[in-house]
Nanobody, 128 residues
C-alpha cells in the first residue's frame, strides 16, 4: 500500500509563493500517476495537477495553469507542487494522491478523483 505525506503548507500573503511536497513510500513512482487536489471550505474537492508514472507528462486545472508547477524527484520519491502568484481563492487543504497505472504509463489521473491512495493533506491559507 502506497503511503503519501504532504508538507509545506502555511500562511502566505496574496502574490506569494509556496512549495508543497509529497513524500511517497511503499512503492516506486514508476507505477503511479501522482496528483495534487485541493478542497476549499464549503466547496467540493478539485483536481489541481497530475503527473504520469513516466514523468514529464502532466496536466493542470485551468485555475492554476501558468502559476503552479508539478515536478518530482524520482530517486527521493518526492512530488512537488510549486505555487506562485497565490490568491485568496487558492486557500484550501491540498492533498496528494496516487493512482496505479502500471510501469512507465503515460496515463494521467483517472476521472472523478478515483485515486488509490491519499495523503492527509496540508493547509494553505492565502491572506493578508
Amino acid at each position: 500500500q502506497l503511503q503519501l505525506v504532504e508538507s509545506g503548507g502555511g500562511l502566505v500573503q496574496p502574490g506569494g509563493s509556496l512549495r508543497l511536497s509529497c513524500a511517497v513510500s511503499g512503492h516506486s513512482l514508476d507505477y503511479y500517476a501522482i496528483g495534487w487536489f485541493r478542497q476549499a471550505p464549503g466547496k467540493e474537492r478539485e483536481g489541481v495537477s497530475c503527473m504520469s508514472a513516466r514523468g514529464g507528462i502532466y496536466n493542470y486545472a485551468d485555475s492554476v495553469r501558468g502559476r503552479f508547477t508539478i515536478s518530482r524527484d524520482h530517486d527521493k520519491r518526492m512530488v512537488y507542487l510549486q505555487m506562485t502568484s497565490l490568491q485568496p481563492e487558492d486557500t484550501a487543504v491540498y492533498y496528494c494522491a496516487a493512482a496505479y497505472t502500471g510501469w512507465g504509463s503515460t496515463r494521467l489521473c483517472p476521472q472523478n478523483d478515483d485515486m488509490d491512495s491519499w495523503g492527509k493533506g496540508t493547509l494553505v491559507t492565502v491572506s493578508s
